[in-house]
Nanobody
Framework: QVQLVESGGGSVQAGGSLRLSCAAS????????MGWYRQAPGKQRELVAR???????NYADSVKGRFAISRDNAKNTVYLQMNSLKPEDTAVYYC?????????????WGQGTQVTVSS
């Protein structure tokens, strides 16, 4: 059984920073892409950023230059450093990863962590 446990959400004023973490645990043979998505009330879930095992990254246009994704392959953990936060960044943030466990490859999601940015 695989679990993704997120941490680091909270409330912050506009212009502030937060760092999200997501650790994968369980029977894991390999992890491919790791990423962060978010869903604001009344909106669809959207990709924020993702990173390959080799370190290649891509970001949503709305967060480029403000957010930075990174990962620690030894710890099966992905991070999202969020700077210069704006009220429109308010959402539930979800960790997502594609990994190989028993019986094979699959996509897994974290439980979500709330990020609230006040003006």
């Amino acid at each position: 059984q695989v679990q993704l446990v997120e941490s680091g959400g909270g409330s912050v004023q506009a212009g502030g920073s937060l760092r999200l973490s997501c650790a994968a645990s369980g029977i894991i043979f390999s992890i491919d892409v790791m990423g962060w998505y978010r869903q604001a009330p009344g909106k669809q879930r959207e990709l924020v950023a993702r990173i390959t095992k080799g370190g290649s990254t891509n970001y949503a246009d709305s967060v480029k230059g403000r957010f930075a994704i990174s990962r620690d392959n030894a710890k099966n953990t992905v991070y999202l450093q969020m700077n210069s936060l704006k009220p429109e960044d308010t959402a539930v943030y979800y960790c997502n990863t594609r990994l190989r466990t028993i019986p094979g490859w699959g996509d897994y999601w974290g439980q979500g962590t709330q990020v609230t940015v006040s003006s």
